[in-house]
C-alpha cells in the first residue's frame, strides 16, 4: 500500500467501513456455525457444496442430472484429484454414486443416492428452521429492507464475480 491509498482509506465514508466490517463478521459466523451442523453429518463444507451441485440445488449452477465429474470440479472450483477425493468419500458414504454416461462413454456421471439425499434434505430443512428462528425477532418492514440489501449485494456480486460463480 502506497501513501496515496492510505490517504484514500481515511476518506471513505466509516459508514460503509462499519458495513463492510460487519458483512465479514457475519460470513466468518455463519461459515462456522455451518460448519458446526455439517460436522454432526460427519461433513465439511466442500462435501455440502457437492451434494448440492450433484443433488441440482446449488444457485447458480443449474447443470444436467446426473452432473458429470467434470462439472462438480468446474462448479465448486476443484482441482481433478480433489473432485476425485471427494466423490471417493462421499460414495464410501453411499451418498452418491458414479455412473458411465449413457451417450459417451468418455464422460463420468455422478448421481445422489437415497441416502446422500435424505441428508440434503435434512440440512435443507434445518436451514429453514434456522432462518425462522434467526429471523424472528424482525419486523417484516426491517426484513424486507433486508432483502432489498440482500438482493443489491446479491446483484453486486454476480456482476462483479461471474468467473467465479
Known sequence: MNI???????????????????HLRLMYLSHMYVGKVLEEHGLHHIHYAMLQVVGGTLPYNKLELPV?????????GLTPATNTALIDRLEKMEFLERTPDATDRRVIRVRLLPKGGEVLQSLEDYWNQHAHELFAGISRTDLQVVVQVMDALEHWYVQNMKEKL
Open 68 to 76: 458429470s465429474v467434470s462439472d462438480i470440479a468446474r462448479s465448486i
Open 4 to 22: 496515496s491509498d492510505s490517504e484514500a482509506i481515511k476518506s471513505w465514508d466509516p459508514l460503509f467501513l462499519q458495513l463492510a466490517e460487519g
